[in-house]
């Protein structure tokens, strides 16, 4: 079992900028993904941001409407942070935190992230 913990969401104005962070209760995977997902009321759960890692080295990949905006990285092997720039209303949702490895998954409870004027 993993256990994720997520901080950082809360309420910003359109423009503004917010972290999240994730820390894993453990790591210790050689291959694994880990990054974040987002969903609004009555949507599908859809990938934001995560980050590959292998024993070859790592990659990210981003949502197409995030992609320039939000930066993800990984502090180290049980923490990644999410940097969400210019934010707009449009990212008002409950992001969620997920690992995965092997056919393993798991999913942090969410934090709410609520873009408004």
């Known amino acids: 079992q993993v256990q994720l913990v997520e901080s950082g969401g809360g309420l910003v104005q359109p423009g503004g900028s917010l972290r999240l962070s994730c820390a894993a209760s453990?790591?210790?995977?050689?291959?694994?993904?880990m990054g974040w997902y987002r969903q609004a009321p009555g949507k599908q759960r859809e990938l934001v941001a995560v980050?590959?890692?292998?024993?070859?080295?790592?990659?990210t990949k981003y949502a197409d409407s995030v992609q320039g905006r939000f930066i993800i990285s990984r502090d180290n092997a049980d923490t990644v942070t999410l940097q969400k720039n210019s934010l707009t209303p449009g990212d008002t949702r409950v992001y969620y935190c997920?690992?995965?490895?092997?056919?393993?998954?798991?999913w942090g409870q969410g934090t709410q992230v609520t873009v408004t004027s």
């Open positions: 980050i590959l890692s292998g024993t070859r080295g790592s990659a």
């Open positions: 453990r790591n210790t995977f050689d291959t694994y993904v």
């Open positions: 997920n690992i995965q490895y092997g056919s393993n998954m798991y």
